[in-house]
């Protein structure tokens, strides 16, 4: 499966969500870490849907940038 993240600057350090599964949040140093912490989290948070019998949501959210003047 493949979901939608978003990591922002949170000024000392980076955050991360996919906003396809509430509450599925990390955060981490760097970027990067940050990005492998979301990803763990995702791997994470699937593995207790599956547990509890639940749904996996299917992922929806798509992400495109713009570009404005400045």
Same mark, same amino acid.
């Given at each position: 499966?493949?979901? /939608?993240?978003?990591? @922002?600057?949170?000024?000392?350090?980076?955050? &991360?969500?996919?906003?396809? $599964?509430? +509450?599925?949040?990390?955060?981490? /140093?760097?970027?990067? @870490?940050?990005?492998?912490?979301?990803?763990? &989290?995702?791997?994470?948070? $699937?593995? +207790?849907?599956?547990?509890?019998?639940?749904?996996?949501?299917?992922?929806?959210?798509?992400?495109?940038?713009?570009?404005?003047?400045?």
């Amino acid at each position: 499966m493949r979901f /939608a993240i978003v990591i @922002e600057n949170a000024g000392n350090n980076f955050s &991360a969500y996919a906003p396809d $599964l509430p +509450g599925c949040v990390a955060t981490g /140093a760097t970027f990067e @870490e940050a990005e492998a912490e979301i990803r763990g &989290a995702i791997e994470f948070h $699937l593995a +207790g849907l599956r547990e509890d019998g639940l749904p996996i949501p299917q992922p929806r959210s798509q992400v495109e940038y713009i570009e404005v003047a400045a």
